[in-house]
C-alpha cells in the first residue's frame, strides 16, 4: 500500500511565519541580536511542529468499515479502526477523513471524518460517525486520508493511503400512503381461492429479524431475543399468490430540465419504498420493470437474493428519451389472474411516442384479471399513493435508530479480539 | 477546569509578561501595571462572569480610535518614538480583546498581538532580564499553542469535544512541551550562533535607553560643592590569568588600574588639572619573554566617553590584543586609537600583559620606558620638567606646610625617597585630614581648593589628597604628577573576574625616580634593573581590600546574578561579526584548516602513512577508546536497525533461532542431559553411538549396562575383565573379541567412571592402561559388528 506523505503549514503556521520573516528581517536590518535570539527561539516550536507531526503519522493502521449499501438522505454507520503500532510514543490528535466521491463529482462536504485524541503506543482505538449520502449513485471511498496539527496547529502532517471501496446508494425511500396499501391489499376479482396459503403458519420460514411494532408477538423468538438483547421474530415467506408488477417508465426528455430529474428520482423512490414494503412484509410476490436507458425486469420474493440486485440497479438507473417498457415487459414470464400492474412513470399514459406492451391500448392489452393503474409523479393519484420523505424526520430517524449512530464513539479495542468486517462491510 | 478556561489563563498571563517586557524596554512601568490590573479583570468579569462583554460594533470602534491616536502620535514623533506608538497601540489593541467574547479568533489575535510586544520590547530593550522574561514567556506561549491546538481540533472535529479535550489533555498532550521547550533553548541557541553576522559591526541594536557610558572623565575639578553621590555603576570587569596555560590569577590585595595621566595642575582656573601638551601615541611594546611575573588581564570596558583605557601598568601587548590599543610613552597612557561613536557606545574588551602583579598585589613602580627604548630621553626630560613645575605664590601655605613637615621629620636635606614617604605619611597617618565626600561646608572665596584643604577644612576626597601630595612633592623639586583610574573592586568567584564600579574611581601619585633610587627602594619582583620609574604613592586615607568573601548566599545570587548578565552581554547582546569569530569559528575551524593544510601537502604524505599505521597497531587497537568506540558504533548502528527494520529482522531472527535450534536437536537429542564429563567413558559412548547404540536419558551408565547384559546374556554381564593383547613379538593381529569380552571391557569402564566421576581420584599409570585396553576391545567389537552387520 502506497502512501502519499506530505506536510503543509496550518493558516496558523502562516500567521506565525509572517511574523517570524518580520522579526528576521527586522533583526537583520537594525543588527539587533535580541531580535535574533526570538526569531531562534521562534523557529523551534516551528521546527518541531513539522518534525513531531509527521512522526505522529508514522506507523499507523487504519482500518474503515462501512456498510456496502444505503439509501440516500438515510446515515449510515462509518467505523475506522486506527491502531499505534510504534513502540514507544503516543499520537494525539488524529484526524481521519474520508471524501466520498460521486463519479467525476467533487467529494461531499462537509468530508466524512473522525477525530482520535490519543492512541497510545500499541493501542487501537475505534471511531464511529454517520455518513449521510444526498442523492443515490455509485460512491466511492478511494482515499483515507490521515492527518495531525500536533503538537502547536501550525504545521498539519497529512496521510494518504488508499482505501479503495464502494457504495452503493438507493434512491431515498418514501412513505407509502393509505390510497396505494388499500389499492395493493385489495384481494383481485374472483381471485380469493388463489390466495391460500400453502406453507405451514403464515408461509414457510424465512429466517430472524428484528421485531417492529405491528408484528405479531406469537412469532418472537424468545430465545434468540434473550441472546441478543432485543426482540426477534420468525419471519416467513408469503406463500400467497397476490401478484404487483411494478413497471418503471423512466422517460426524460432530450434537454432535461432540473424538474425533470427531479421526477426521475421520485419515481425511483417510489419504487425502492415499493420494494422495500413488499419484501419487508412479504405480501406480495413482486415483479419489477425498468425502462429508461435500457431495459430489464427483476422477480423478488422475500428471499430472494434479487432485491439487493435490483436496490443495486436503482443506485445507478439511468432514465432515457425513449424507454423500453415493451423490454421491460417482454422479462416477465406473465402476470396471475389477481395480480396488479402498476406503472410509475414520469409522464402521462397518452403522451406520444410510448412504446407500450404490444397490444396494451389503455389496459385491453394485459392480461385477464390484472388489475392496471398508471402512476405518473407529479399527478395527483400519485401524490395520494406515495409521499418522498421529510428530510428533518429522517434526520430524527437515524438518531432515534440504534443501529445508526449519529455521533461518533471512540472505544479502545484489544487487536487481538478484533474481529471482522461486519458481513455487508468492507475495510480498507 | 476546562481547557477554554485554562487558555484564558495562561492568555491574561502572557498579556502581563508581553507588556512587562514592553515596558522593560521602555523604562516605563505604567504600562505592566495597566496590564497588571486589567487583565485580571478581563479574566473574572469578562470570561468568567460575563458582566462586562464589548460586543463587536463596540469593539471595532474602540479599535478604530486607537489605530487613530497611535498614527497621529506616529507622525508627531521621532523613530524611537515611533516605535513606542506602535508598542502603545499593541497595548490597546490587547485591552480591546480581553474585553471581548472569546472565540478561537480572538483567542489567537491575542497571542500574536502579545507576541509582537515582545517583538518591539527585544527591539528596546537590551537587559539581561529580558533574556530571562523569555523564557518565561516561550513556556506559556507553547503552553497558549497547544492548549488553542485542543481547543480547536476538538471542537472542529469531535462529536464530543469536552470529552476529546480532556482526553487530550489527560493523555498528556502537554508533555511535548516540555521536550520541545528544552530542545528549542537548544536549537534557539545554535541558530543563534551559527547564523553567520555577515555586515556591521555590533548587533546591539539601539535601545530605548541609547547609549550608556560610565562617568570616567580625564579632567579633574577640585571645585565642587556640597555632597558628591557615588555611582555603583559598572565601570569595568577584569579577570586576570596566565598567559601560558590561562589559568586564573588570583588577586591578594587592592590594585590599581592606571587610567588618565595629568601632569598641568590649571594656572587660569583652580583646582583644575589637565594633561601635558598634546602627546605621540605609539604601539604597545610586546610583552617580554622569559619574565616568571608575567600576567595576562583581559578587560571588559564599559561604554565610556573618552578613549582612555584602563590597565595594570607596565601594559604589554599580546598576539591578541587590538591594534586599536595605543600608548603614550611619556606619561604610559593606555589609549584607543580609534573609537567612532557607534563602537563607543558598546562594551569593548582587550587583552593586554603585564609585569606590575607579584603574588597578587600591584607593584608601585612603573618603569620609564627610557631604557626599553620607546621614549627618547629628551621626552621624558620633559615630563619630569613638566612634573616639576610649581608655582610658590599660588601655595604659600602647601610649601610651608611641607616645610614644616619635612623640618620636624628632619629630612629637609634627605633623600627624594625619604621627604616623599614622609610626606606621604603625613595624610595618611597625621590624623589631621579626613576622608569625604560631603563639602557642604563654607568655602574660602577666591582660595585655591588646595590651599583651603591644606590651610583649612582638611576634608577632602582622594583628588584632593593625591593633588596636595602632588603639589608638595613638586615643592620639593621631586617630579610628580596626578594618576587618575580605579583601585580595587569586587571579586566575583562565580566567573573569577574583578568587577570594577564607578565608586572605585581614585587618584594617586606618580613620583619619578632615577634607577639608583629605584635601587634603594629594593622593590622584590622588580625586573627593571638599571632602569628610572616611576613611583606610586597613595596619600588617601581609608583604603579597603578586595572583598573576597563569598559566604552569604546573597552574596553568591549576586555574583551569579552578574555573571549571567556579564554573560548576556557578551555572548549573545553583543554577539557581532566579530565576536561571532572569535568565540565560535576560529576555535572550531582552526584546527580543521590546520590539518587539511597539514593532509594536503602530499610529501608528507609516506611518514604520515607510517604513522597511521604505527598508531593503529600500538595506540588505537590498544586502547579503550577504541573498544568503546566500536561499541557505540555496534549500538548505534543496532538501534538504526532496529529503529527501521525492528519487528521484521527481530521475526527473521527468533525464525532462524528456531530452524538451528530444531536442528541441533535433530542432530543431538537430549545432548546436554546425558553428555559425560569423563574423557574416557565419553570415547566409550561414542563407539557405542557409532553402532547406533545411544544411552537413553533415563538411564544411569550403569542400568544401561545392565540392560546391554540383558540383551546379550545374563551371564555374560558377570564376564570378567579382559584384556586382549597380541602375544608379545607375535605379527598376528590380534584376536577378535567376543560378546562377553565386550561385556567385561564395558562394565570395567562403566566402573571405572563412576570411581573416577564421584570420587574424585584419579587413575594410576596401570589403570589407565587397563582402560585403554577395555577402549581397545570395545572398539575391535563394535567395528567387527558392523563389518558384519549385526548390531552391537
Known amino acids: ?428 | 477546569m476546562t481547557v477554554e478556561r485554562r487558555l484564558q489563563i495562561v492568555l491574561v498571563l502572557l498579556s502581563i509578561l508581553g507588556t512587562i517586557l514592553l515596558g522593560l524596554g521602555e523604562n516605563d512601568s505604567l504600562i505592566p501595571l495597566a496590564m497588571l490590573v486589567a487583565a485580571p479583570c478581563a479574566a473574572i468579569f469578562t470570561d468568567g462572569l460575563g458582566w462586562l462583554r464589548l460586543n463587536r460594533p463596540l469593539a471595532n470602534i474602540a479599535a478604530l480610535a486607537a489605530v487613530g491616536y497611535t498614527v497621529v502620535d506616529f507622525l508627531r514623533n521621532g523613530a524611537q518614538n515611533q516605535l513606542l506608538a506602535i508598542a502603545n497601540l499593541l497595548l490597546y489593541l490587547q485591552l480591546i480583546l480581553l474585553f471581548q467574547e472569546k472565540n478561537l479568533r480572538v483567542y489567537w489575535q491575542l497571542l500574536v498581538l502579545s507576541l509582537l510586544e515582545v517583538v518591539v520590547a527585544a527591539a528596546m530593550n537590551l537587559s539581561f532580564h529580558f533574556g530571562v522574561l523569555l523564557l518565561l514567556y516561550l513556556a506559556l506561549a507553547l503552553i497558549a499553542l497547544v492548549l488553542q491546538f485542543v481547543l480547536r481540533e476538538s471542537r472542529r472535529w469531535s462529536s464530543r469535544p469536552e470529552q476529546a479535550m480532556t482526553e487530550l489533555l489527560k493523555s498528556g498532550a502537554l508533555r511535548p512541551v516540555y521536550l520541545v521547550g528544552l530542545v528549542t533553548i537548544v536549537f534557539s541557541l545554535a541558530m543563534f550562533y551559527a547564523t553567520p553576522r555577515i555586515q556591521g559591526t555590533s548587533w546591539v541594536g539601539s535601545g530605548r535607553s541609547g547609549a550608556r557610558s560610565v562617568g570616567f572623565s580625564r579632567n579633574v575639578s577640585l571645585d565642587e560643592m556640597g555632597r558628591i553621590l557615588e555611582s555603583h555603576e559598572l565601570a569595568m570587569r577584569v579577570s586576570f590569568f596566565d598567559p601560558v596555560n590561562n589559568v586564573p590569577y588570583l588577586l591578594a590585595g587592592q590594585t590599581y588600574f592606571r587610567g588618565a595621566v595629568l601632569t598641568r595642575y590649571s594656572e587660569q582656573i583652580a583646582g583644575r588639572w589637565s594633561p601635558s601638551a598634546r602627546r605621540d601615541t605609539m604601539h604597545l611594546p610586546w610583552s617580554p619573554e622569559r619574565v616568571p611575573t608575567l600576567v595576562a588581564q583581559e578587560i571588559w570596558l564599559e561604554p565610556t566617553a573618552t578613549p582612555t583605557l584602563f590597565s595594570v601598568a607596565p601594559a604589554f601587548r599580546l598576539h591578541d590584543t587590538p591594534q586599536d590599543v595605543v600608548f603614550e610613552p611619556k606619561s604610559g597612557e593606555l589609549q584607543r586609537s580609534y573609537a567612532p561613536p557607534l563602537i563607543a557606545r558598546q562594551r569593548w574588551q582587550y587583552r593586554l600583559a603585564t609585569t606590575g602583579l607579584l603574588n597578587g598585589r600591584s607593584l608601585p613602580l612603573i618603569p620609564d620606558q627610557l631604557a626599553a627604548g620607546t621614549i627618547r630621553r629628551q621626552e621624558l626630560y620633559a615630563e619630569i620638567r613638566d612634573c616639576e613645575h610649581f608655582d610658590r605664590r599660588r601655595f604659600p601655605q602647601l610649601a610651608a606646610t611641607a616645610e614644616q613637615i619635612l623640618r620636624e621629620a628632619g629630612a629637609l636635606d634627605a633623600d627624594r625617597i625619604r621627604k616623599a614617604r614622609i610626606l606621604e605619611a603625613h595624610f595618611l597617618h597625621s590624623g589631621i585630614y579626613t576622608y569625604s565626600l560631603d563639602f557642604r561646608f563654607p568655602r574660602q572665596p577666591g582660595m585655591d581648593p588646595i590651599e583651603d584643604f591644606i590651610g583649612r577644612h582638611h576634608t577632602g576626597h582622594c583628588e584632593y589628597f593625591a593633588t596636595a601630595l602632588v603639589l608638595m612633592l613638586r615643592s620639593q623639586k621631586i617630579p610628580a604628577r596626578l594618576v587618575v583610574g580605579y583601585k580595587g573592586g569586587e571579586y566575583n568567584a562565580v566567573g573569577n573576574y574583578l568587577l570594577v564600579r564607578q565608586d572605585d574611581a581614585h587618584a594617586w601619585v606618580e613620583v619619578h625616580l632615577e634607577s639608583e633610587e629605584v635601587d634603594l627602594l629594593n622593590i622584590p619582583g622588580w625586573h627593571y634593573r638599571g632602569e628610572g620609574a616611576w613611583w606610586r604613592l597613595d596619600p588617601t586615607p581609608a583604603a579597603r581590600d578586595i572583598d573576597q568573601t563569598t559566604g552569604s548566599w546573597r552574596t553568591h545570587w549576586d555574583q551569579a546574578l552578574d555573571y549571567a548578565e556579564f554573560l548576556w552581554s557578551d555572548y549573545v547582546q553583543g554577539m557581532g561579526p566579530e565576536r561571532q569569530r572569535q568565540s565560535l569559528y576560529d576555535p572550531l575551524l582552526t584546527p580543521w584548516r590546520e590539518q587539511a593544510a597539514h593532509w594536503l601537502d602530499i610529501r608528507l604524505w609516506p611518514r604520515r602513512l607510517a604513522e597511521l599505521a604505527r598508531t593503529l597497531r600500538f595506540r588505537v587497537l590498544s586502547s579503550p577508546l577504541y573498544y568503546a568506540g566500536l561499541i557505540l558504533l555496534v549500538v548505534l548502528v543496532g538501534w538504526l536497525v532496529h529503529r527501521h527494520h525492528g519487528p521484521a529482522l527481530r521475526r527473521a531472527v527468533w525464525e532462524r533461532w528456531q530452524r538451528l535450534r530444531l536442528a541441533w536437536k535433530r542432530l543431538r537429542p537430549r545432548a546436554a542431559a546425558t553428555t559425560p564429563t569423563v574423557a574416557f567413558y565419553r570415547q566409550f559412548e561414542d563407539l557405542l553411538a557409532k553402532a547406533g547404540q545411544r544411552r537413553p536419558a533415563h538411564l544411569t551408565p550403569r542400568e544401561w549396562l545392565d540392560q546391554m547384559a540383558t540383551l546379550h546374556g545374563s551371564a555374560a554381564a558377570d564376564g570378567e575383565p579382559v584384556a586382549v593383547r597380541a602375544p608379545a613379538g607375535s605379527a598376528a593381529a590380534p584376536a577378535l573379541p567376543s560378546r562377553q569380552q565386550f561385556l567385561g571391557a564395558a562394565r570395567q569402564l562403566v566402573d571405572q567412571f563412576y570411581r573416577v566421576r564421584y570420587s574424585q581420584t584419579s587413575l594410576a599409570p596401570d589403570e589407565q592402561q587397563e582402560i585403554e585396553q577395555a577402549l581397545a576391545v570395545v572398539g575391535q567389537f563394535v567395528r567387527a559388528g558392523r563389518e558384519a552387520g549385526m548390531a552391537v
Open chain 1, 1 to 428: 500500500m502506497s502512501l502519499h506523505r506530505h506536510v503543509r503549514m496550518c493558516r496558523e503556521g502562516w500567521y506565525y511565519t509572517i511574523v517570524l520573516g518580520f522579526i528576521v528581517g527586522g533583526a537583520v536590518l537594525r543588527e539587533v541580536n535580541l531580535l535574533f535570539v526570538l526569531a531562534a527561539v521562534m523557529m523551534g516550536p516551528l521546527f518541531f511542529s513539522w518534525r513531531l507531526a509527521r512522526h505522529s503519522l508514522e506507523s499507523l493502521r487504519i482500518t474503515r468499515r462501512i456498510p456496502r449499501r444505503g439509501y440516500a438522505g438515510h446515515a449510515l454507520p462509518v467505523e475506522y479502526e486506527l491502531t499505534n503500532e510504534r513502540q514507544g510514543a503516543s499520537s494525539w490528535g488524529v484526524v481521519v477523513r474520508d471524501a466520498p466521491r460521486r463519479g467525476p463529482e467533487r467529494p461531499a462536504e462537509p468530508p466524512v471524518a473522525v477525530f482520535f485524541p490519543h492512541v497510545a503506543p500499541g493501542q487501537t482505538c475505534l471511531e464511529s460517525t454517520s455518513w449521510r449520502p444526498l442523492r443515490r449513485g455509485r460512491y466511492q471511498f478511494a482515499t483515507l486520508t490521515t492527518s495531525t496539527r500536533f503538537p502547536f496547529g501550525l504545521v498539519e502532517a497529512r496521510q494518504e493511503r488508499p482505501g479503495p471501496h464502494e457504495v452503493l446508494i438507493a434512491p431515498a425511500p418514501g412513505r407509502l400512503l393509505r390510497d396505494w396499501t388499500r389499492w395493493s391489499d385489495r384481494p383481485g376479482d374472483g381471485s380469493e381461492s388463489a390466495s391460500q396459503r400453502r406453507g405451514q403458519r403464515e408461509g414457510d420460514y424465512y429466517g430472524l429479524r428484528e421485531w417492529r411494532p405491528g408484528d405479531s408477538r406469537r412469532w418472537i423468538h424468545w430465545r434468540s431475543s434473550a441472546r441478543q438483547g432485543r426482540l426477534t421474530t420468525l419471519q416467513f415467506e408469503d406463500q400467497r399468490r397476490d401478484e404487483l408488477v411494478l413497471l418503471a417508465d423512466l422517460w426524460i426528455p432530450q434537454q432535461p430540465t432540473t424538474a425533470d430529474w427531479e421526477r426521475v428520482e421520485v419515481a425511483l423512490s417510489f419504487l425502492v419504498t415499493v420494494v422495500l414494503d413488499a419484501t419487508r412484509v412479504a405480501r406480495h410476490a413482486l415483479y419489477v420493470g425498468l425502462a429508461g436507458s435500457s431495459a430489464r425486469g427483476w422477480s423478488l420474493t422475500a428471499s430472494s437474493g434479487a432485491r439487493d440486485e435490483l436496490l443495486d440497479a436503482l443506485a445507478e438507473w439511468q432514465p432515457g428519451p425513449q424507454p423500453d417498457l415493451a423490454a421491460a415487459w417482454q422479462r416477465r414470464s406473465g402476470v396471475g389472474p389477481s395480480g396488479r400492474l402498476v406503472v410509475v412513470s414520469t409522464r402521462a399514459l397518452h403522451q406520444g411516442g410510448m412504446n407500450l406492451p404490444p397490444g396494451s391500448e389503455a389496459s385491453r392489452g394485459w392480461p385477464a384479471g390484472t388489475h392496471f393503474r398508471w402512476l405518473e409523479v407529479g399527478s395527483p393519484e400519485m401524490a395520494s399513493c406515495f409521499a418522498l420523505p421529510d428530510a428533518n424526520r429522517a434526520a430524527e430517524a437515524d438518531l432515534a435508530a440504534p443501529s445508526a449512530p449519529a455521533d461518533s464513539t471512540t472505544r479502545s479495542v484489544d487487536p487481538a479480539r478484533s474481529g471482522p468486517a461486519p458481513a455487508n462491510g468492507g475495510e480498507a
